[in-house]
């Protein structure tokens, strides 16, 4: 609902799309995008490559996959982002999003098969930024 009211904002009704799905990129409608946006689901993803392929697939030659992933989390930052949790929610954490999964190698060696040009930005070993053309 967030993303449909601020592309209406942008005026880009009649040019952006936005689709929800259920994590199989076969079910994703349409076969021909310039760009799609992820955020923080990737490094999620059991089978990452086969997942990968398909969504490659379904982006036009020359399109683009642009993705904000969690860098693999250290013991000290998952402890301490399990630590505020735990204060500003006043209970015990067990939620999956805090375990140390991550962008690491194998992921990356993922994106350079199945797209022709990757490039990785990171920020304060937080967060990588990935943008991956067809």
């Given amino acids: ?31 021909s995008y310039d760009y799609v946006f992820t955020k923080s689901v990737l490094v999620l993803i059991p089978d990452f490559d086969p997942f990968l392929a398909d969504l490659a697939e379904r982006i036009k030659a020359g399109g683009e996959l642009l993705s904000a992933e969690n860098l693999p989390l250290g013991t000290w930052l998952h402890d301490s982002k399990r630590f505020i949790y735990n204060i500003l929610f006043k209970r015990r954490l067990h939620w999956v999003a805090f375990e140390r999964k991550g962008v690491n190698v194998h992921f990356l060696r993922a994106f350079d098969r199945h797209f022709s040009s990757v490039t990785i930005y990171r920020r304060l070993g937080l967060v990588a930024a990935i943008r991956a053309i067809k």
């Fill in 1 to 31: 609902k967030k993303a449909s009211q601020e592309i209406s904002h942008w005026g880009l009704i009649d040019r952006v799309s936005v689709h929800l799905y259920d994590g199989n990129p076969a079910h994703i409608p349409g076969d």
